[in-house]
């Protein structure tokens, strides 16, 4: 044996470019570093180390228990039909004590045997899961398709742990709810990542609580479901989240509270940043207080329309936190807009309310839509193209049954002639007028061109224009929804501005 084998660490990372293959792209496909492991006794406890390190499902874990205390029902899960002694469980921390990390399989159609309720309340018992588990630092109960309780997750929190990532359960009362956050930010001081999920089409829960956030001072990615919402004051409070990167919730209405000390820190560290609010107002104001250098991308979705001026306000922000950065290259802005009430008048943007997002110079990806009226001209797109030479993604849409676009062919031509870098464009533009001259227009790496709901007396002779122009585009959208969409607000007893 060559004497670099000898060395452990070396080993180990030999070993690992089979567990991470790209001719399984899964954790749960280990079988050759578990032939590995039968090959000679200098790789046993490397290769049980790659092969328990990372585990997508609890059954082979039980199934190392002797064969008299569990057996597998219908669906092929492991149940206990024994209580396992002290010393059963204790025979499983020769390769339960490896497991570093619990995640769900990919692809996944990879399904290793799962374990029944009883086994997940035993395993899942404070005398039996720190002990079996000392080195886990990464839970994502996925990988049980959240089977478990709150109730037994709390008995699953340490200090060691570093990521989090569950689903809420469809039924919880409030004050459950209120005690597990509490709970992972008393006993999980050290986490690193928490992500928590909830199914479609449940209760919102408004979180009014002044959370503990301070208990997890290392914490760099917070993310809530929408369903959950936090009070602005509860992320504000003084020397938290320093660390924080990631940050994506839904605010309830209260309004984002003034900072005591203008020298306060707030987000400092913050890269990415998804907020849903009641109001665009809200979204200006949290932007406006955050200090971070290093905001890359913002997202911004809010159900209340919004002026003239707090839009306007808001991209001002948006200019600002680009100046700080030197770095914000995505930007989406939305209007969660409903059709449910008795009227419907949006708001018109004219292109200066646009204007601060022409000093965004790094913009990657600009996607606003749904807002109001976007009355954009050809102008303002030609300032644009020239604005934005990094852009790879557009999308500038107003609702969808707004019929009077001061954008033309002309805005197409500008942006592909400008943006050398763009792939998917999507704007309604007034086309019911064509250039005669029909030509091929620069090469472009433009792969999706979409323009339903634009102004078009003949559909057809218009994308036979654009596909003469943009020879090597792959997918051109042009469908005119705009009688649907009236239809639908008909239906729905709204009235529009015509």
Not at 19 to 36: F, P
Not at 156 to 176: I, T
Request: aromatic fraction near 8%; hydrophobic fraction near 40%.
């Amino acid at each position: 044996m060559h004497p670099c084998l000898l060395v452990t660490e070396i080993l180990l990372h030999i070993i690992g470019f089979l567990e991470t293959s790209a001719e399984y792209q899964s954790t749960c496909h280990k079988g050759d570093v578990a032939r590995l492991a039968r090959t000679c006794r200098a790789f046993i406890e490397p290769a049980l180390d790659v092969l328990w390190r990372t585990q997508c499902a609890l059954g082979p874990l039980v199934k190392c228990l002797p064969g008299r205390l569990w057996t597998r029902d219908a669906c092929g899960d492991i149940n206990l039909i024994g209580k396992p002694t002290s010393n059963d469980w204790l025979s499983l921390r020769r390769y339960s004590f490896r497991i570093r990390v619990f995640e769900p399989s990919w692809p996944s159609h990879v399904r290793l045997p799962g374990v029944g309720d009883n086994t997940l309340s035993a395993i899942f018992s404070p005398g039996v899961f720190h002990a079996l588990f000392p080195s886990l630092h990464t839970l994502n109960l996925e990988f049980l398709a959240n089977k478990i309780a709150p109730s037994l997750l709390h008995h699953v929190l340490s200090p060691r742990l570093l990521q989090l990532r569950f689903r809420l359960p469809r039924h919880l009362e409030p004050d459950d709810l209120h005690e597990l956050l509490e709970s992972i930010t008393d006993r999980a001081p050290s986490l690193r990542v928490l992500k928590i999920d909830a199914y479609a089409h449940v209760l919102s829960f408004f979180l009014h609580l002044e959370l503990g956030f301070g208990r997890i001072p290392h914490l760099r990615t917070l993310c809530f479901p929408s369903t959950l919402c936090v009070s602005p004051s509860s992320l504000l409070q003084p020397r938290q989240m320093q660390y924080l990167r990631v940050l994506s919730l839904t605010l309830t209405t209260d309004p984002v509270p003034a900072l005591r000390h203008s020298s306060q820190a707030v987000f400092p560290a913050l890269q990415y940043m998804k907020i849903t609010a009641h109001t665009l107002y809200q979204c200006s104001e949290l932007l406006r207080i955050t200090t971070s250098s290093q905001l890359e991308e913002v997202s911004m979705f809010y159900s209340s329309q919004a002026s003239e001026a707090v839009v306007h306000t808001f991209l001002q922000e948006v200019e600002k936190a680009h100046g700080r950065s030197g770095g914000l290259h995505t930007l989406v802005l939305q209007h969660l807009f409903t059709t449910s009430g008795p009227t419907l008048k949006p708001f018109v943007y004219s292109p200066s309310t646009l204007k601060p997002l022409l000093a965004c110079h790094c913009f990657r990806v600009l996607d606003i839509r749904d807002i109001g009226d976007l009355a954009i001209d050809d102008a303002f797109i030609a300032n644009a193209a020239l604005a934005w030479p990094r852009l790879e993604e557009l999308r500038l849409r107003g609702l969808p049954w707004i019929d009077s676009h001061h954008t033309t062919v002309a805005s197409l031509r500008e942006l592909i002639r400008g943006c050398s870098r763009l792939a998917r464009l999507s704007m309604a533009i007034d086309a019911r007028a064509l250039p005669e001259k029909n030509s091929a227009w620069r090469s472009s790496p433009l792969e999706e061109l979409n323009i339903s709901d634009s102004q078009m007396e003949d559909p057809e002779a218009v994308e036979r224009y654009l596909r003469a122009a943009l020879p090597d585009l792959k997918r051109l959208i042009a469908l005119d929804n705009l009688q649907c969409w009236r239809a639908v607000l008909r239906m729905e007893g709204v009235v529009w501005d015509e």
